[in-house]
């Protein structure tokens, strides 16, 4: 008789806080034992020159959503999640996203009918809150955050998604009472569309244009407006996939004056830029992403804000679009700028891109990386301990890493539907080999071996981080006005 289901012996273990030589004992999907000289298992994984890390959460990506323009992501529940166990991934948190006039808890239904058969790894869900109507704001939103949907994101950009700050403060103090975590995806609308109207006016529409209007100062303004909202209203915010140095340093202020504002970025801000977009013909769509990816200098940034805590979580924003009529090209070699469907894959290489130009190129320790993948994502939405971290209690969510193995990157070892991936031809080194979903394997020597929809909904608890700091700006500080005003 085995004390264990599965042991992983002579590892070196990391996690956000340490890194160890220890063994791990897995009985009944959770990790039971760490420790040296455990007991048998049934099944033993030797880990020698292996790092053995907490499986990544990638809590940014987009997943069997339709676009507000009606383009459907290439990626199903399915071939998102293989892709992402592919690349060391072992949670995954997308978007139920609301399109106007939609019931929220319907939306949700349907998300869930199309992961429950289809996921191979675990799976929460955010919620996307494009029509903030009395019945959402007063009904669906406050009951889903009690199901375990605790945390939203919202546009401050996009015609069928963005919201005016009235919405925005209306969303907030929901937020607010109810103790969800707000997502903001900042860029001031109105600059972008003038912008925009005018390069197309002039006949501007390669997708290098996207970047031009797309500005800079534009997700720099919207991010200041969202981080003065957040603390008008004494509410913490996420701002999503930030590119630019001007929202950098607002995030920065921010977090400098003691508010709880978080940053996420993605692995397109630290390895594209915009003459990505410059490529010949539409090549250049191939990169087109909103914010887009900007200058070597911000990436230098956004590679600070990595190493300084500016940003607490990496995620993917996999947005996956085939380079065809189907996704990315609605008009063939005549698309424009406006209508290339934004957004790029990222889910399977998200972790090895970071380990080898971060950890491998000693930008970020061992443990940084831990957090920056899987420990803090957890923690921010709700899913901590039992996810993202290898501890006693933890459910054995486990990637291991053969850090030398060396991988030129091309579309063809990816298992995504893109067809194509933007860091094509990029020689990565290290690779997680061996990736466990609650002590099951499911990728083991290039195989996959977790049936459809053998993946678990994970429902979030409310999360600390999203506790407001109880003091709200002077004019609202006032028990009788802060009664008033903020419930
Ligand atoms: O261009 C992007 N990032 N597309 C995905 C949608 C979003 O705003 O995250
Ligand atoms: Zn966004
Ligand atoms: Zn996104």
């Not at 072992?90 to 949700?108: D, E, K, M």
């Amino acid at each position: 008789m085995s004390d264990f289901d599965l042991v992983i012996c002579n590892g070196t273990v990391a996690t956000a806080a340490d890194t160890t030589a220890c063994d791990i004992g897995i009985k009944d999907g959770v990790v039971v034992t760490l420790g040296k000289n455990l007991g048998r298992g049934a099944r033993e994984i030797d880990a020698t020159k292996r790092l053995v890390l907490p499986g990544g959460i990638d809590s940014h990506c987009h997943i069997e959503q339709r676009s507000s323009a009606g383009v459907v992501c290439a990626d199903d529940f399915y071939s998102a999640t293989v892709s992402a166990a592919f690349g060391g991934t072992t949670t995954v948190i997308p978007f139920a996203a609301q399109h106007r006039g939609q019931s929220l808890r319907q939306v949700v239904e349907e998300y869930h009918a199309a992961a429950g058969p289809k996921a191979v790894i675990d799976y929460a869900f955010h919620l996307i809150i494009s029509d903030p109507s009395e019945q959402v704001m007063g009904q669906e939103l406050p009951a889903l955050i009690r199901d375990g949907y605790t945390s939203f994101k919202v546009y401050m950009t996009y015609d069928l998604l963005a919201l005016d700050d009235r919405q925005m403060l209306d969303v907030l103090s929901v937020a607010r009472r109810e103790g969800a975590l707000v997502m903001v995806h900042a860029e001031n609308h109105e600059m972008i569309k003038w912008l925009t109207s005018r390069l197309l006016d002039r006949g501007l529409g390669a997708p290098r244009y996207h970047a031009v209007s797309h500005a800079r100062l534009a997700e720099g303004e919207a991010t200041n407006r969202a981080v003065a909202l957040s603390q008008l209203l004494d509410v913490p915010i996420l701002l999503v996939h930030v590119s630019a140095c001007e929202a950098i340093e607002v995030i920065r202020n921010g977090q400098t004056r003691g508010l709880k504002i978080y940053g996420e970025t993605c692995p397109q801000y630290l390895f594209l830029t915009a003459d990505d977009l410059a490529r010949p013909g539409v090549e250049g769509a191939k990169f087109c992403c909103s914010p887009p990816p900007r200058d070597r200098a911000a990436q230098q940034a956004v590679w600070t804000g990595l190493q300084n805590g500016t940003f607490q979580v990496f995620s993917s924003d996999h947005a996956p679009y085939r380079f065809d009529g189907s996704g990315k090209l609605p008009r063939g070699d005549r698309t424009t700028f406006k209508e290339i469907a934004n957004g790029v894959p990222g889910i399977e290489l998200r972790l090895p891109l970071l380990f080898s130009e971060g950890v491998g190129q000693k930008r970020l320790d061992l443990n940084a990386f831990v957090a920056l993948t899987a420990t803090n994502h957890a923690k921010l939405y709700g899913l901590y301990p039992k996810k993202g971290t290898i501890a006693v209690g933890s459910d054995a969510d486990i990637a291991i890493w053969d850090p030398e193995r060396e991988t030129r990157i091309t579309a063809g070892i990816l298992h995504d539907n893109v067809g194509y991936t933007p860091y094509e031809g990029r020689r990565l080194r290290g690779w997680p080999v061996t990736v466990l979903s609650r002590g099951r394997i499911v990728v083991e020597d290039g195989k996959l071996s977790a049936p459809r929809g053998s993946g678990q909904f994970l429902p979030c608890a409310l999360s600390e981080a999203a506790k407001p700091l109880g003091v709200p700006v002077p004019e609202l500080a006032s028990a009788s006005v802060a009664g008033a005003v903020l419930v």
